[in-house]
C-alpha cells in the first residue's frame, strides 16, 4: 500500500511472446514499470502495441511469459481500466449515463454516482453536457467521456490504446494536458500507446520504442522531458526525439535493462 492509501500497482513483464498462427508477434518482451509512473509505447502500425496491451489487461492469455500487474505480495491484481481507441461509448446512453455505468456496476448508491459524475464532469470541464447523447458531442468531448469514464473508478492501472489518433492537432493537445493533470491529482500507473513521438514524450515518464516482426523492444528511455510542454523547444526535447525517430526507422539499438 502507498502513503496515499492507494494499493500498490506495477507492471512487471517477463519474456513474454504471442502470436496469432504466422509466427510470433511479440517475442521474448519484459519490461518493468514502477507503480504510478507512466510509459508510452510507440511503435510502426501492426508492430502488436495493441496486442501488448491485451496482455496487460488479461484480455488475452500468452503463448509463453508473464505478466504481473498489482501487489503482487498481495496477490492483488489491481484494478485495471482501458480506454480503447474508438471511445467504446453507449450511443443509447447519455453522458451522465456512460459515466455512472462502471460506478453501478460496483454498486455504488445513485447519490453517490451522481456526486461522483458530477465532479468528473467538472474535471474534464464538461458540466453541462451530461444530458446529452455521445452522437450530440465533438470527437474531443466523446474522447474527454471515455478517459472520464476510464478514471471515474480510481483504477490503479490505466491503459490507453492510442487515444488520441482520431482527433485534431489542437484537441489533441489539450486532451494529452487532460490525462496529464488527471493523472498528476490520481496517480494510476499508465501504459500509453501512440504512434506519435512529440505524445509519447510528453506523457511517458519512460518510453519504450517497439519495431520489426516479431516485435522487439528496441530502445527503453528515461525521459527528463516527461510532462514538461516547456521542454519542447529545448534541445535535450530533440536530442531526446531525434534517438526515438531512430530507434523507428532502426537505426538505433538501445535495448531495455530488465
Ligand atoms: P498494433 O496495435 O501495433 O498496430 P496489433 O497488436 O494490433 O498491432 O497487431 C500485430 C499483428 O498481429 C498484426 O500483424 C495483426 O494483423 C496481427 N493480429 C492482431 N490481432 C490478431 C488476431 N486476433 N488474429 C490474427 N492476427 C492478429
Ligand atoms: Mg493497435
Same mark, same amino acid.
Given at each position: 500500500?502507498?502513503?496515499?492509501?492507494?494499493?500498490?500497482?506495477?507492471?512487471?513483464?517477463?519474456?513474454?511472446?504471442?502470436?496469432?498462427?504466422?509466427?510470433?508477434?511479440?517475442?521474448?518482451?519484459? =519490461?518493468?514499470?514502477?507503480?504510478?509512473?507512466?510509459?508510452?509505447?510507440?511503435?510502426?502500425?501492426?508492430?502488436?502495441?495493441?496486442?501488448?496491451?491485451?496482455?496487460?489487461?488479461?484480455?488475452?492469455?500468452?503463448?509463453?511469459?508473464? #505478466?504481473?500487474?498489482? +501487489?503482487?505480495?498481495?496477490?492483488?491484481?489491481?484494478?485495471?481500466?482501458?480506454?480503447?481507441?474508438?471511445?467504446?461509448?453507449?450511443?443509447?446512453?447519455? #453522458?451522465?449515463?456512460?459515466?455512472?455505468?462502471?460506478?453501478?456496476?460496483?454498486?455504488?448508491?445513485?447519490?453517490?454516482?451522481?456526486?461522483? $459524475?458530477?465532479?468528473?464532469?467538472?474535471?474534464?470541464?464538461?458540466?453541462?453536457?451530461?444530458?446529452?447523447?455521445?452522437?450530440?458531442?465533438?470527437?474531443?468531448?466523446?474522447?474527454?467521456?471515455?478517459?472520464?469514464?476510464?478514471?471515474?473508478?480510481?483504477?490503479?492501472?490505466?491503459?490507453? +490504446?492510442?487515444?488520441?489518433?482520431?482527433?485534431?492537432?489542437?484537441?489533441?493537445?489539450?486532451?494529452?494536458?487532460?490525462?496529464?493533470?488527471?493523472?498528476?491529482?490520481?496517480?494510476?500507473?499508465?501504459?500509453?500507446?501512440?504512434?506519435?513521438?512529440?505524445?509519447?514524450?510528453?506523457?511517458?515518464?519512460?518510453?519504450? $520504442?517497439?519495431?520489426?516482426?516479431?516485435?522487439?523492444?528496441?530502445?527503453?528511455?528515461?525521459?527528463?522531458? =516527461?510532462?514538461?510542454?516547456?521542454?519542447?523547444?529545448?534541445?535535450?526535447? =530533440?536530442?531526446?526525439?531525434?534517438? $526515438?525517430?531512430?530507434?523507428?526507422?532502426?537505426?538505433?539499438?538501445?535495448?531495455?535493462?530488465?
Amino acid at each position: 500500500m502507498s502513503n496515499d492509501g492507494r494499493r500498490d500497482a506495477g507492471i512487471a513483464v517477463r519474456d513474454l511472446s504471442k502470436g496469432y498462427g504466422e509466427g510470433p508477434v511479440l517475442d521474448g518482451l519484459s =519490461f518493468d514499470l514502477p507503480d504510478g509512473e507512466t510509459l508510452s509505447v510507440i511503435g510502426p502500425s501492426g508492430c502488436g502495441k495493441s496486442t501488448l496491451l491485451y496482455l496487460l489487461a488479461g484480455l488475452d492469455k500468452p503463448d509463453r511469459g508473464t #505478466v504481473r500487474t498489482g +501487489d503482487v505480495g498481495r496477490r492483488d491484481k489491481g484494478r485495471i481500466s482501458f480506454i480503447l481507441q474508438d471511445y467504446g461509448l453507449f450511443p443509447w446512453k447519455t #453522458v451522465r449515463e456512460n459515466l455512472a455505468l462502471p460506478l453501478e456496476l460496483q454498486g455504488l448508491s445513485s447519490e453517490r454516482r451522481r456526486e461522483a $459524475v458530477a465532479g468528473m464532469l467538472d474535471e474534464l470541464g464538461l458540466a453541462g453536457l451530461d444530458e446529452r447523447y455521445p452522437a450530440q458531442l465533438s470527437g474531443g468531448q466523446r474522447q474527454r467521456i471515455a478517459i472520464g469514464r476510464a478514471l471515474i473508478t480510481d483504477p490503479d492501472i490505466l491503459l490507453m +490504446d492510442e487515444p488520441f489518433s482520431s482527433l485534431d492537432a489542437l484537441t489533441r493537445e489539450h486532451l494529452q494536458t487532460t490525462v496529464l493533470s488527471l493523472w498528476q491529482r490520481r496517480r494510476p500507473t499508465c501504459v500509453l500507446v501512440t504512434h506519435n513521438v512529440p505524445e509519447a514524450v510528453f506523457l511517458g515518464k519512460h518510453v519504450m $520504442v517497439m519495431n520489426g516482426r516479431p516485435a522487439r523492444n528496441v530502445m527503453w528511455l528515461e525521459n527528463p522531458c =516527461f510532462g514538461d510542454a516547456e521542454a519542447r523547444g529545448e534541445d535535450r526535447y =530533440f536530442a531526446l526525439t531525434k534517438r $526515438v525517430y531512430a530507434a523507428l526507422s532502426g537505426t538505433e539499438d538501445c535495448p531495455c535493462p530488465h
